[in-house]
């Protein structure tokens, strides 16, 4: 059995960082574990602009520790009809790494989203053409659509006509959570990819609702049923080089929580590799967690690998209940539960 495992340094290609306060209190727990992140633009106001780009950019420098090597890498907030001459400029001056496309009242923060995709397109123009990639929320907004079919409803009425309108086009599939995900995934072209979660490997639906309502649960998209989990499961320890790491992790005060309309999202950031690791051995496939944490998202983002590398020991690590932050407390994912390694570095 291994005791030891090392890895080179993964990368977090899917995190929300916040702001301010908040920032400050969680931006190291992802510098810690991760070099790059792709960071999420879902900010008040949210970050449409190079300028604004640029300045958030700094904050997150600004927040991690000295002596954290970490860069994060932007994203600009699709909204409808913007000005492709700013997404091609933020590209072109090292700004912009991608756009993130979220439908309109998707999730947290999302008011300012995409109402139609086609009031998009000039931008998904310009950005197949400069090799930008589109980051995907995947769900419909339809309140007659069932909130676990959302997803699957996203692919047949807007992503399939998103591939074949512009098939150049990088897209990566965020957070995906269904078997229907994980086979559009698998069987598009080599443009197409998508980044699973912590989360949603370990956890299905009925998590939320074990001996009562569990909000520290509640995400979106939504844990799904189980043969959806195993679907993700088979295919994030398949080293098909299609799926990589990205955690979503979404810090929420306890109070923003356990309210009468409680926020969605899952704090994972503090132990996301070790979490990770604990999925990768229970299906026996250790040896497959540096290419899904290190590899194959810089070969789809076409930036290098890192050379640095980190050490996970298998020594039983306890994870708190809660996590003091910007002046409230934090559950993060997998509260009161031993995971059986620890991230040394």
Known sequence: ?????????????????????????VADATARQFAR???????????TTVAAAAAYRDRIRAAVSPGL??????????VDGIDPDELVRGHGEGVFTAAKLYPAHATTNSAHGVTDVRHI????????RIGMPLLIHGE??????????REAAFIDRVLNGVVRDFPELRIVFEHITTKDAVDFVAEAGPNIAATITPHHLAINRNAMFDGGMRPHF???PVAKRELHRLALRAAATSGNPKFFLGTDSAPHGIEAKESDCGCAGI????????????????????DRLEGFASEYGPAFYRLPLNADVITLERVPTPVPARLAAAGTEIVPF???ETLAWRFLG
């Open 140 to 149: 419909v907004t339809d309140h007659t659509v069932d909130v676990f079919d």
């Open 1 to 25: 059995m291994t005791d030891t495992l090392r890895l080179r340094r993964p990368d977090d290609w899917h995190v929300h960082l916040r702001d301010g306060a908040m920032l400050a209190a």
């Open 218 to 220: 509640y995400c979106l």
């Open 121 to 128: 397109h000039a931008a998904l123009e310009a950005m197949q």
């Open 334 to 336: 997998h509260a009161g």
């Open 69 to 78: 090597n970490f860069e994060p890498l932007m994203t600009c907030y699709l």
């Open 267 to 286: 704090y994972n950031a503090p132990f996301a590799i070790e979490s990770y690791a604990r999925t990768f051995e229970e299906e026996g496939a250790l």
């Open 37 to 47: 992140a792709i960071v999420m633009p879902n900010l008040k106001p949210p970050v």
